[in-house]
């Protein structure tokens, strides 16, 4: 079963609306949808770092999506993101936030199988944000 998400929604704070970036970029990655992780970053020109035994950087939406989607994406996965601490000033157009996240993977199909092997991975998000010429908040 195949299901939209939109990429905006109606009536959120603007502390909702900038967390809602993450949360758009968490569950594209659960649910292999492409447009709507688009809808999460600001443009081609953005950087992602991912801090495990080594500092690796990601550099260009492009590069980015290729490796979450293809790599995550196959997966059975949900992503729950917690602990979300936004620092935003009133009518800035620039934004910070940070969350931990806790993801549990599996392999395709073997998500909700009680006997399939899981691995769960926590982490913790860092982002730097912007609002887009249509208001909409995105991940730099």
Do not use: C
């Not at 969350?99 to 006997?115: E, I, K, L, W």
């Amino acid at each position: 079963m195949s299901q939209s998400f939109p990429q905006t929604l109606p009536s959120l704070s603007q502390r909702e609306a900038i967390a809602d970036a993450l949360y758009r970029a968490a569950t594209a990655s659960d649910h292999r949808d492409s447009a709507l992780f688009n809808s999460a970053w600001a443009g081609e020109d953005v950087s992602m770092e991912i801090h495990d035994d080594n500092k690796k950087v990601l550099q260009g939406l492009s590069l980015i999506r290729t490796n979450v989607l293809n790599r995550v994406g196959p997966m059975d996965t949900t992503h729950n993101i917690s602990l979300v601490r936004v620092n935003y000033q009133d009518g800035a157009d620039t934004a910070s936030l940070i969350a931990t996240s806790t993801a549990q993977h599996a392999s395709s199909g073997t998500g909700r199988d009680p006997n399939g092997t899981k691995y769960t991975v926590g982490g913790e998000y860092s982002v730097d944000l912007i609002k887009d010429e249509e208001g909409v908040w995105k991940i730099k």
